[in-house]
């Protein structure tokens, strides 16, 4: 396992390409008009699965991450650019990556929350440990279709 500073050299490089690539393909940065700054548009795609987290949101945060590892698998599909395979080790982890820094977009785009609050907001024990749920839950449904074909 790398050293606790390289793995936090990494985190930081992920997020920088994450966003790098989170920028590739959208119109160029326009003034909010609420707030009369600058704001980036979101590609259509993630505001549907957006609005859907946040509909299943209302029923729970367990529903939320299931829509959202759903539609990111769908997603990374169409726009496989979108995963950091520079700094992952593998392509799950880029896409672990991917849809922590989607929820942190999702919560800045659902409550307005600014960057550092929603960073703060994944980083909560009881958040990790129902990604980590949601996670495993997801990775069950991926397996339980291809234990019933054998």
Known sequence: MASLNKQQ??????????????????KPMNLDDDLGH???PIPE?????FSK??????ISRSEMLSILLTELAFIIVDHPELLDMENAED???A?????ADMLI???MWADGMDRET??????EPQFITDFSAALDAYRESLEAPEEKTE
């Open 118 to 123: 929603a960073q703060a907001w994944l980083s």
């Open 95 to 99: 896409a672990t990556h991917l849809a």
């Open 38 to 40: 600058l704001a980036e």
């Open 105 to 107: 977009d999702y919560r």
């Open 91 to 93: 392509e799950g982890m």
């Open 9 to 26: 050299k990494r985190a930081k490089r992920a997020k920088a390409k994450a966003k790098q690539i989170r920028m590739v393909g959208r």
């Open 45 to 49: 795609y993630t505001l549907a699965m």
């Open 53 to 58: 987290m946040r509909d299943a949101e209302a």
